[in-house]
Protein backbone atom coordinates (compact mmCIF):
# COMPACT_ATOMS: atom_id res chain seq x y z
CA UNK A 1 0.00 0.00 0.00
CA UNK A 2 1.32 3.11 -0.50
CA UNK A 3 1.96 5.27 1.86
CA UNK A 4 3.18 9.51 1.12
CA UNK A 5 2.38 11.55 -1.62
CA UNK A 6 2.53 10.63 -5.18
CA UNK A 7 3.66 13.24 -7.75
CA UNK A 8 0.32 13.84 -9.95
CA UNK A 9 2.22 11.99 -12.42
CA UNK A 10 1.46 8.89 -10.77
CA UNK A 11 -1.91 9.23 -10.90
CA UNK A 12 -3.23 6.70 -13.27
CA UNK A 13 -5.81 4.04 -12.22
CA UNK A 14 -8.85 2.47 -13.46
CA UNK A 15 -11.73 3.53 -10.64
CA UNK A 16 -13.76 0.86 -12.55
CA UNK A 17 -11.35 -1.88 -13.12
CA UNK A 18 -9.18 -1.65 -10.02
CA UNK A 19 -11.32 0.50 -7.01
CA UNK A 20 -9.19 -1.13 -4.17
CA UNK A 21 -6.14 -0.15 -5.92
CA UNK A 22 -7.38 3.39 -7.28
CA UNK A 23 -8.76 4.05 -3.66
CA UNK A 24 -5.83 3.34 -2.17
CA UNK A 25 -3.80 5.37 -4.07
CA UNK A 26 -5.84 8.37 -4.78
CA UNK A 27 -6.34 9.02 -0.84
CA UNK A 28 -2.25 9.85 -0.88
CA UNK A 29 -1.84 10.86 -4.12
CA UNK A 30 -4.70 14.06 -2.94
CA UNK A 31 -2.34 14.13 0.07
CA UNK A 32 -5.22 13.40 2.28
CA UNK A 33 -4.14 11.40 4.97
CA UNK A 34 -0.63 10.11 5.82
CA UNK A 35 -0.51 6.41 7.20
CA UNK A 36 2.93 6.49 8.56
CA UNK A 37 2.42 7.46 12.12
CA UNK A 38 3.72 4.87 13.87
CA UNK A 39 0.65 3.66 15.97
CA UNK A 40 -1.28 1.26 13.60
CA UNK A 41 -4.62 2.02 12.65
CA UNK A 42 -4.20 5.53 14.07
CA UNK A 43 -4.25 7.81 10.97
CA UNK A 44 -3.12 11.84 10.40
CA UNK A 45 -5.53 13.77 8.44
CA UNK A 46 -3.31 16.28 6.47
CA UNK A 47 -5.19 19.57 5.44
CA UNK A 48 -7.12 19.12 2.71
CA UNK A 49 -9.06 15.80 4.49
CA UNK A 50 -9.07 18.36 7.41
CA UNK A 51 -10.92 20.80 5.40
CA UNK A 52 -13.63 18.10 3.95
CA UNK A 53 -14.38 16.95 7.36
CA UNK A 54 -14.88 20.12 8.81
CA UNK A 55 -17.14 20.67 5.68
CA UNK A 56 -19.13 17.67 6.44
CA UNK A 57 -19.20 19.01 9.99
CA UNK A 58 -20.35 22.91 8.84
CA UNK A 59 -23.33 20.85 6.72
CA UNK A 60 -24.44 18.70 9.80
CA UNK A 61 -24.25 20.62 12.65
CA UNK A 62 -26.21 23.62 11.43
CA UNK A 63 -29.18 20.87 10.33
CA UNK A 64 -29.04 19.58 13.65
CA UNK A 65 -28.79 22.76 15.54
CA UNK A 66 -32.24 23.72 13.62
CA UNK A 67 -33.39 20.52 15.12
CA UNK A 68 -33.09 21.88 18.68
CA UNK A 69 -29.64 20.18 19.57
CA UNK A 70 -27.46 21.65 21.67
CA UNK A 71 -23.70 21.48 21.31
CA UNK A 72 -21.57 19.39 24.26
CA UNK A 73 -18.18 18.53 25.10
CA UNK A 74 -17.98 15.54 27.01
CA UNK A 75 -14.63 13.83 28.57
CA UNK A 76 -13.13 11.31 26.11
CA UNK A 77 -13.02 8.54 29.10
CA UNK A 78 -15.67 6.49 30.54
CA UNK A 79 -15.04 4.53 33.56
CA UNK A 80 -15.44 0.77 33.07
CA UNK A 81 -19.10 0.53 35.78
CA UNK A 82 -20.73 3.16 33.52
CA UNK A 83 -20.45 0.09 30.39
CA UNK A 84 -21.60 -2.24 33.15
CA UNK A 85 -24.95 -0.93 33.99
CA UNK A 86 -26.29 -2.05 30.56
CA UNK A 87 -25.59 -6.04 30.07
CA UNK A 88 -26.03 -6.25 26.28
CA UNK A 89 -24.02 -2.76 25.57
CA UNK A 90 -21.23 -4.08 27.40
CA UNK A 91 -21.01 -7.55 25.80
CA UNK A 92 -21.90 -5.67 21.99
CA UNK A 93 -18.41 -2.99 22.82
CA UNK A 94 -16.08 -4.78 25.32
CA UNK A 95 -13.95 -6.50 22.82
CA UNK A 96 -13.75 -3.47 20.75
CA UNK A 97 -12.45 -0.79 23.90
CA UNK A 98 -9.32 0.64 24.36
CA UNK A 99 -8.36 1.03 28.02
CA UNK A 100 -6.28 3.87 29.66
CA UNK A 101 -5.07 1.53 33.36
CA UNK A 102 -2.50 4.08 34.09
CA UNK A 103 -1.85 7.84 35.60
CA UNK A 104 1.85 8.32 35.32
CA UNK A 105 3.39 5.53 37.77
CA UNK A 106 -0.48 4.70 39.43
CA UNK A 107 -2.30 2.01 38.29
CA UNK A 108 -5.98 3.14 38.20
CA UNK A 109 -8.02 1.03 40.74
CA UNK A 110 -11.08 1.03 38.01
CA UNK A 111 -10.04 1.72 34.08
CA UNK A 112 -10.93 4.11 32.15
CA UNK A 113 -12.20 3.61 28.30
CA UNK A 114 -11.30 5.51 25.73
CA UNK A 115 -15.17 6.05 24.41
CA UNK A 116 -16.16 3.94 21.68
CA UNK A 117 -19.80 5.33 21.97
CA UNK A 118 -20.48 8.06 24.66
CA UNK A 119 -24.23 6.35 25.77
CA UNK A 120 -22.45 5.54 28.95
CA UNK A 121 -21.03 8.86 29.34
CA UNK A 122 -23.74 11.00 28.90
CA UNK A 123 -26.36 9.03 30.90
CA UNK A 124 -24.58 9.01 33.65
CA UNK A 125 -25.19 12.75 33.74
CA UNK A 126 -28.53 12.72 32.77
CA UNK A 127 -29.31 10.98 35.62
CA UNK A 128 -28.31 14.37 37.12
CA UNK A 129 -29.93 16.72 34.64
CA UNK A 130 -33.46 14.92 34.45
CA UNK A 131 -35.71 15.29 36.95
CA UNK A 132 -39.04 15.88 35.69
CA UNK A 133 -40.75 16.13 32.62
CA UNK A 134 -40.20 19.62 31.92
CA UNK A 135 -36.49 18.81 31.55
CA UNK A 136 -37.59 17.15 28.53
CA UNK A 137 -36.63 16.57 24.85
CA UNK A 138 -33.04 16.89 25.87
CA UNK A 139 -31.25 16.65 22.67
CA UNK A 140 -27.68 16.99 22.70
CA UNK A 141 -24.68 16.67 20.19
CA UNK A 142 -21.08 16.16 20.42
CA UNK A 143 -18.51 16.32 17.50
CA UNK A 144 -15.88 14.18 18.12
CA UNK A 145 -13.59 10.94 17.58
CA UNK A 146 -13.99 7.68 18.89
CA UNK A 147 -11.68 4.78 19.27
CA UNK A 148 -12.26 1.41 18.56
CA UNK A 149 -9.82 -1.67 18.82
CA UNK A 150 -10.24 -2.33 14.84
CA UNK A 151 -7.75 -5.65 13.68
CA UNK A 152 -8.29 -4.65 9.88
CA UNK A 153 -8.36 -1.02 9.39
CA UNK A 154 -8.90 1.24 5.79
CA UNK A 155 -8.83 4.64 5.90
CA UNK A 156 -12.28 6.56 6.01
CA UNK A 157 -13.99 3.51 6.36
CA UNK A 158 -12.52 1.39 9.36
CA UNK A 159 -9.93 2.90 12.11
CA UNK A 160 -8.79 3.16 15.71
CA UNK A 161 -10.08 6.54 15.91
CA UNK A 162 -12.24 8.18 13.50
CA UNK A 163 -14.49 11.03 13.47
CA UNK A 164 -18.35 11.49 13.56
CA UNK A 165 -21.28 13.45 15.33
CA UNK A 166 -23.20 11.73 17.94
CA UNK A 167 -26.19 13.04 19.48
CA UNK A 168 -27.98 11.75 22.78
CA UNK A 169 -31.73 12.61 22.82
CA UNK A 170 -34.13 11.90 25.67
CA UNK A 171 -37.83 12.08 25.54
CA UNK A 172 -41.12 12.05 27.98
CA UNK A 173 -42.63 9.60 25.37
CA UNK A 174 -42.32 6.69 22.85
CA UNK A 175 -43.74 8.76 20.29
CA UNK A 176 -41.53 11.51 20.31
CA UNK A 177 -38.70 8.99 20.23
CA UNK A 178 -39.92 7.14 16.97
CA UNK A 179 -40.67 10.81 15.62
CA UNK A 180 -37.11 11.39 16.39
CA UNK A 181 -36.22 8.68 14.20
CA UNK A 182 -37.77 10.19 11.03
CA UNK A 183 -36.23 13.32 11.54
CA UNK A 184 -32.79 12.22 12.17
CA UNK A 185 -33.21 10.27 8.67
CA UNK A 186 -34.59 13.10 7.01
CA UNK A 187 -31.28 15.44 8.19
CA UNK A 188 -28.96 12.31 6.75
CA UNK A 189 -30.85 11.88 3.50
CA UNK A 190 -31.11 15.78 3.33
CA UNK A 191 -27.35 16.16 3.41
CA UNK A 192 -25.85 13.38 1.98
CA UNK A 193 -28.36 13.57 -1.12
CA UNK A 194 -29.41 17.14 -1.57
CA UNK A 195 -25.84 18.67 -0.70
CA UNK A 196 -23.60 16.07 -1.65
CA UNK A 197 -25.29 14.07 -4.58
CA UNK A 198 -24.65 10.98 -2.63
CA UNK A 199 -28.14 8.64 -2.53
CA UNK A 200 -28.54 6.90 0.29
CA UNK A 201 -30.87 3.91 1.12
CA UNK A 202 -32.27 4.20 5.27
CA UNK A 203 -32.92 0.30 6.64
CA UNK A 204 -34.62 -0.90 9.26
CA UNK A 205 -32.38 -3.35 10.50
CA UNK A 206 -32.82 -6.98 11.49
CA UNK A 207 -33.48 -7.51 15.23
CA UNK A 208 -30.22 -9.35 14.82
CA UNK A 209 -28.41 -6.41 13.81
CA UNK A 210 -29.50 -3.69 15.71
CA UNK A 211 -27.16 -1.24 18.62
CA UNK A 212 -25.81 -3.31 21.63
CA UNK A 213 -28.65 -2.33 24.40
CA UNK A 214 -30.92 -0.49 21.74
CA UNK A 215 -34.61 -1.69 20.92
CA UNK A 216 -34.53 -0.75 16.53
CA UNK A 217 -31.61 0.59 14.45
CA UNK A 218 -31.86 2.43 11.48
CA UNK A 219 -28.93 2.69 8.95
CA UNK A 220 -27.74 4.89 6.05
CA UNK A 221 -26.21 3.06 3.42
CA UNK A 222 -24.50 4.44 0.34
CA UNK A 223 -23.42 2.10 -2.76
CA UNK A 224 -19.57 2.38 -3.14
CA UNK A 225 -18.26 1.67 -6.76
CA UNK A 226 -16.83 -1.93 -5.71
CA UNK A 227 -20.73 -3.49 -5.18
CA UNK A 228 -19.79 -2.89 -1.01
CA UNK A 229 -22.14 -0.53 0.80
CA UNK A 230 -20.59 1.76 2.85
CA UNK A 231 -23.05 2.57 6.18
CA UNK A 232 -22.51 5.98 6.83
CA UNK A 233 -24.43 6.58 9.98
CA UNK A 234 -27.46 4.89 11.63
CA UNK A 235 -30.22 5.94 14.51
CA UNK A 236 -30.89 3.72 17.27
CA UNK A 237 -34.29 3.55 19.45
CA UNK A 238 -32.66 2.79 22.88
CA UNK A 239 -36.29 2.61 24.20
CA UNK A 240 -36.05 2.72 28.23
CA UNK A 241 -32.79 0.25 28.41
CA UNK A 242 -30.09 2.93 28.86
CA UNK A 243 -32.88 5.31 31.08
CA UNK A 244 -33.65 2.38 33.49
CA UNK A 245 -29.89 1.33 33.74
CA UNK A 246 -28.82 4.35 34.35
CA UNK A 247 -31.66 5.81 37.27
CA UNK A 248 -32.90 8.48 34.75
CA UNK A 249 -36.37 9.10 35.97
CA UNK A 250 -38.83 10.99 38.25
CA UNK A 251 -41.64 10.37 40.26
CA UNK A 252 -45.15 10.56 38.41
CA UNK A 253 -47.90 11.99 40.29
CA UNK A 254 -49.24 8.56 40.77
CA UNK A 255 -46.19 7.70 42.96
CA UNK A 256 -45.04 5.66 40.18
CA UNK A 257 -41.39 5.86 38.70
CA UNK A 258 -41.76 7.08 35.63
CA UNK A 259 -38.55 6.51 32.75
CA UNK A 260 -37.84 8.17 29.39
CA UNK A 261 -37.56 7.01 26.27
CA UNK A 262 -34.09 8.06 24.25
CA UNK A 263 -32.62 8.38 20.91
CA UNK A 264 -28.98 8.62 19.46
CA UNK A 265 -28.07 8.96 16.07
CA UNK A 266 -24.47 9.36 14.64
CA UNK A 267 -23.67 10.47 11.18
CA UNK A 268 -20.47 9.11 10.25
CA UNK A 269 -18.22 11.81 9.06
CA UNK A 270 -15.03 10.15 8.37
CA UNK A 271 -17.07 7.16 6.29
CA UNK A 272 -18.98 10.56 4.58
CA UNK A 273 -15.79 11.41 3.82
CA UNK A 274 -14.71 7.77 2.27
CA UNK A 275 -18.13 7.70 0.39
CA UNK A 276 -17.44 11.46 -1.30
CA UNK A 277 -13.91 10.60 -2.48
CA UNK A 278 -15.34 7.06 -4.10
CA UNK A 279 -18.53 7.85 -5.47
CA UNK A 280 -17.56 11.00 -7.39
CA UNK A 281 -13.93 10.74 -8.08
CA UNK A 282 -12.77 9.28 -11.55
CA UNK A 283 -9.33 8.09 -12.95
CA UNK A 284 -8.25 11.90 -12.50
CA UNK A 285 -8.68 11.75 -9.16
CA UNK A 286 -11.47 13.68 -6.64
CA UNK A 287 -14.52 15.44 -7.65
CA UNK A 288 -15.58 17.22 -4.72
CA UNK A 289 -19.23 19.13 -4.45
CA UNK A 290 -19.10 22.44 -4.30
CA UNK A 291 -20.42 22.54 -0.52
CA UNK A 292 -17.80 20.67 1.24
CA UNK A 293 -14.83 21.53 -1.38
CA UNK A 294 -11.99 23.40 0.17
CA UNK A 295 -11.26 25.52 -2.56
CA UNK A 296 -14.06 25.39 -4.86
CA UNK A 297 -13.00 27.21 -7.95
CA UNK A 298 -9.05 27.32 -8.57
CA UNK A 299 -7.59 30.44 -10.92
CA UNK A 300 -4.48 29.48 -12.99
CA UNK A 301 -2.90 32.28 -14.47
CA UNK A 302 -1.99 31.63 -18.05
CA UNK A 303 1.69 33.61 -18.08
CA UNK A 304 3.19 34.02 -21.54
CA UNK A 305 4.96 37.27 -21.89
CA UNK A 306 6.92 38.94 -19.32
CA UNK A 307 5.80 42.29 -19.73
CA UNK A 308 1.82 41.54 -19.37
CA UNK A 309 2.70 39.20 -16.03
CA UNK A 310 1.65 41.53 -13.77
CA UNK A 311 -1.52 42.21 -15.84
CA UNK A 312 -2.48 39.03 -15.60
CA UNK A 313 -2.23 38.33 -11.94
CA UNK A 314 -3.83 40.87 -10.95
CA UNK A 315 -6.85 40.28 -13.25
CA UNK A 316 -6.87 37.01 -11.36
CA UNK A 317 -6.31 38.27 -7.86
CA UNK A 318 -9.29 40.89 -8.58
CA UNK A 319 -10.97 38.05 -9.13
CA UNK A 320 -10.36 35.77 -6.76
CA UNK A 321 -11.47 39.04 -4.00
CA UNK A 322 -14.99 38.91 -6.31
CA UNK A 323 -15.66 35.78 -5.46
CA UNK A 324 -14.30 35.42 -2.31
CA UNK A 325 -17.00 38.95 -1.51
CA UNK A 326 -19.73 36.39 -2.29
CA UNK A 327 -18.78 33.60 0.51
CA UNK A 328 -16.96 31.42 -2.14
CA UNK A 329 -13.04 29.98 -1.64
CA UNK A 330 -11.52 31.05 -4.19
CA UNK A 331 -7.82 30.46 -4.95
CA UNK A 332 -5.17 31.98 -7.48
CA UNK A 333 -2.68 29.57 -8.03
CA UNK A 334 0.07 31.72 -8.60
CA UNK A 335 3.03 29.08 -8.23
CA UNK A 336 5.71 29.04 -10.82
CA UNK A 337 4.82 25.45 -12.04
CA UNK A 338 3.27 25.60 -15.54
CA UNK A 339 -0.70 25.56 -15.98
CA UNK A 340 -0.82 21.90 -17.22
CA UNK A 341 0.70 20.64 -13.69
CA UNK A 342 -1.62 23.19 -11.75
CA UNK A 343 -5.02 21.43 -13.95
CA UNK A 344 -3.70 18.08 -13.15
CA UNK A 345 -3.07 18.86 -9.07
CA UNK A 346 -6.24 20.59 -8.79
CA UNK A 347 -8.59 18.11 -10.79
CA UNK A 348 -6.65 15.23 -8.62
CA UNK A 349 -7.73 17.28 -5.11
CA UNK A 350 -11.18 17.37 -6.51
CA UNK A 351 -11.37 21.06 -6.78
CA UNK A 352 -14.87 21.56 -8.95
CA UNK A 353 -14.10 24.27 -11.13
CA UNK A 354 -11.54 25.98 -12.65
CA UNK A 355 -11.24 29.34 -14.39
CA UNK A 356 -8.18 29.94 -16.57
CA UNK A 357 -7.02 33.57 -17.63
CA UNK A 358 -4.73 34.33 -20.09
CA UNK A 359 -3.71 37.24 -22.17
CA UNK A 360 -7.05 36.96 -24.12
CA UNK A 361 -9.31 36.81 -21.46
CA UNK A 362 -7.44 40.33 -19.76
CA UNK A 363 -7.96 42.01 -23.22
CA UNK A 364 -11.92 41.06 -23.74
CA UNK A 365 -12.64 41.11 -19.64
CA UNK A 366 -13.45 37.32 -20.37
CA UNK A 367 -12.54 33.83 -18.01
CA UNK A 368 -12.57 30.58 -19.02
CA UNK A 369 -14.50 28.08 -16.35
CA UNK A 370 -13.87 24.35 -16.63
CA UNK A 371 -16.08 22.03 -15.20
CA UNK A 372 -14.09 18.96 -12.57
CA UNK A 373 -16.72 16.54 -14.15
CA UNK A 374 -17.32 17.05 -17.50
CA UNK A 375 -14.10 19.05 -18.92
CA UNK A 376 -16.73 21.43 -20.58
CA UNK A 377 -15.19 24.73 -20.99
CA UNK A 378 -17.43 28.25 -20.97
CA UNK A 379 -16.08 31.64 -21.93
CA UNK A 380 -18.12 34.19 -20.33
CA UNK A 381 -17.45 37.56 -18.62
CA UNK A 382 -15.51 38.70 -15.89
CA UNK A 383 -18.02 40.73 -14.53
CA UNK A 384 -20.60 38.09 -14.68
CA UNK A 385 -18.51 35.49 -12.52
CA UNK A 386 -19.69 34.47 -9.54
CA UNK A 387 -23.33 34.14 -11.03
CA UNK A 388 -21.68 31.39 -13.52
CA UNK A 389 -19.53 29.85 -10.55
CA UNK A 390 -23.02 29.22 -8.75
CA UNK A 391 -24.83 28.18 -11.65
CA UNK A 392 -22.17 25.87 -12.86
CA UNK A 393 -21.52 24.98 -9.35
CA UNK A 394 -25.43 23.53 -8.79
CA UNK A 395 -25.23 21.65 -12.68
CA UNK A 396 -22.18 19.81 -11.08
CA UNK A 397 -24.06 18.70 -7.99
CA UNK A 398 -27.07 17.81 -9.93
CA UNK A 399 -24.96 15.97 -12.29
CA UNK A 400 -22.97 13.53 -9.89
CA UNK A 401 -26.13 12.77 -8.06
CA UNK A 402 -28.03 11.73 -11.00
CA UNK A 403 -25.07 9.66 -12.05
CA UNK A 404 -24.61 8.07 -8.69
CA UNK A 405 -28.30 7.00 -8.13
CA UNK A 406 -28.36 5.59 -11.83
CA UNK A 407 -25.29 3.60 -10.68
CA UNK A 408 -27.35 2.62 -7.50
CA UNK A 409 -30.67 1.92 -9.43
CA UNK A 410 -28.91 -0.49 -11.77
CA UNK A 411 -27.11 -2.16 -8.67
CA UNK A 412 -30.49 -3.35 -7.30
CA UNK A 413 -31.09 -6.62 -8.47
CA UNK A 414 -34.86 -7.50 -8.34
CA UNK A 415 -35.32 -10.84 -9.71
CA UNK A 416 -33.58 -13.03 -7.32
CA UNK A 417 -36.03 -16.18 -6.11
CA UNK A 418 -33.40 -18.10 -4.30
CA UNK A 419 -29.91 -18.03 -2.66
CA UNK A 420 -28.08 -19.12 -5.70
CA UNK A 421 -29.64 -15.95 -7.45
CA UNK A 422 -28.60 -13.80 -4.84
CA UNK A 423 -24.82 -15.04 -4.52
CA UNK A 424 -25.21 -14.62 -8.45
CA UNK A 425 -25.68 -11.15 -8.62
CA UNK A 426 -23.46 -10.05 -5.61
CA UNK A 427 -20.59 -11.98 -7.33
CA UNK A 428 -21.35 -10.21 -11.00
CA UNK A 429 -22.19 -6.25 -10.09
CA UNK A 430 -22.69 -6.41 -6.06
CA UNK A 431 -24.78 -3.30 -4.65
CA UNK A 432 -28.28 -4.86 -3.22
CA UNK A 433 -30.66 -8.11 -3.96
CA UNK A 434 -34.21 -7.09 -3.15
CA UNK A 435 -35.38 -10.43 -2.00
CA UNK A 436 -38.38 -12.16 -0.62
CA UNK A 437 -37.57 -13.09 2.81
CA UNK A 438 -39.61 -14.72 5.72
CA UNK A 439 -38.59 -11.89 9.04
CA UNK A 440 -36.78 -9.84 10.09
CA UNK A 441 -37.51 -10.39 13.45
CA UNK A 442 -35.09 -12.43 15.67
CA UNK A 443 -36.74 -16.02 13.92
CA UNK A 444 -35.16 -14.53 10.40
CA UNK A 445 -31.56 -14.83 11.85
CA UNK A 446 -31.02 -18.34 10.75
CA UNK A 447 -31.87 -17.99 7.42
CA UNK A 448 -29.57 -14.42 7.28
CA UNK A 449 -26.91 -16.36 8.80
CA UNK A 450 -27.02 -19.52 6.12
CA UNK A 451 -27.25 -16.95 3.11
CA UNK A 452 -24.11 -14.53 4.41
CA UNK A 453 -22.13 -17.71 4.60
CA UNK A 454 -23.22 -19.20 1.18
CA UNK A 455 -22.89 -15.45 -0.64
CA UNK A 456 -19.63 -15.17 1.20
CA UNK A 457 -20.46 -12.23 2.97
CA UNK A 458 -24.02 -11.19 1.64
CA UNK A 459 -25.87 -9.77 5.03
CA UNK A 460 -29.61 -8.65 5.06
CA UNK A 461 -29.36 -4.94 5.48
CA UNK A 462 -32.99 -4.98 6.55
CA UNK A 463 -36.05 -3.89 5.00
CA UNK A 464 -36.51 -0.10 3.78
CA UNK A 465 -37.52 2.66 6.28
CA UNK A 466 -39.59 5.24 3.72
CA UNK A 467 -40.92 2.91 1.62
CA UNK A 468 -43.78 0.45 2.66
CA UNK A 469 -42.93 -2.93 0.36
CA UNK A 470 -44.64 -6.08 1.60
CA UNK A 471 -44.34 -9.51 -0.73
CA UNK A 472 -47.35 -11.19 -2.64
CA UNK A 473 -48.96 -13.58 -0.03
CA UNK A 474 -47.54 -16.24 -2.57
CA UNK A 475 -43.90 -15.03 -2.18
CA UNK A 476 -41.37 -17.52 -0.57
CA UNK A 477 -38.15 -16.61 1.56
CA UNK A 478 -35.00 -16.75 -0.20
CA UNK A 479 -33.61 -19.17 1.83
CA UNK A 480 -36.01 -21.30 3.80
CA UNK A 481 -38.59 -21.07 1.24
CA UNK A 482 -41.23 -20.38 3.69
CA UNK A 483 -44.22 -17.83 3.53
CA UNK A 484 -42.20 -14.23 3.60
CA UNK A 485 -43.44 -11.78 5.63
CA UNK A 486 -40.36 -8.99 4.11
CA UNK A 487 -39.29 -7.43 1.37
CA UNK A 488 -35.46 -7.49 2.56
CA UNK A 489 -31.94 -6.33 0.87
CA UNK A 490 -28.82 -8.15 0.63
CA UNK A 491 -25.45 -6.68 0.14
CA UNK A 492 -21.81 -7.07 0.95
CA UNK A 493 -20.68 -4.73 3.22
CA UNK A 494 -17.46 -2.12 4.19
ZN1 LIG B 1 -36.32 -17.74 5.73
Known amino acids: MATGLLST ?20 AADLVDSRYNVQGFLVHKPWATRLIRGLYSLFEPELEKDGHEPVVFPTV ?19 VF ?17 PTSETAFYQMFALWIRSPADLPLK ?17 LRGREFLWIETHDVFATEKEARAQLLIDSAIATRVLTEKLGIPLMAFLRPQW ?33 FTKAFGVKWT ?75 GLRAKVDDSNKSPGFKYNYWELKGVPLRIEVGEREVAQNKITIVRRDTRE ?30 ELKERITTSATDKRQVKAALDSKGG ?34 NKKEKPDASEKCVVCGKKAHEIAYVAKQY
Open 9 to 28: REFNVSKREKFSEWYNTVIY
Open 140 to 156: LYQSCSVFRYEHETLPF
Open 432 to 465: FVRVAFCSIAMDGEPCASELQEFTQGGKVRGHLL
Open 252 to 326: GGDGKEQFPWSTCFGPGIWRMAGALVSVHGDDKGLILPLPVAPVQVVIVPILKSEEKRKEVLDYCLNLQGHLRTH
Open 78 to 96: IPKENFELEKEHVAGFVPQ
Open 209 to 241: DRFPGGLETVAYDVLMPDGKINQVGSTHILGQN
Open 377 to 406: KLVAESAHAFKHVEEIGAKILDSLRAKAEA
Open 99 to 115: WVTRGGEEEFARPLALR
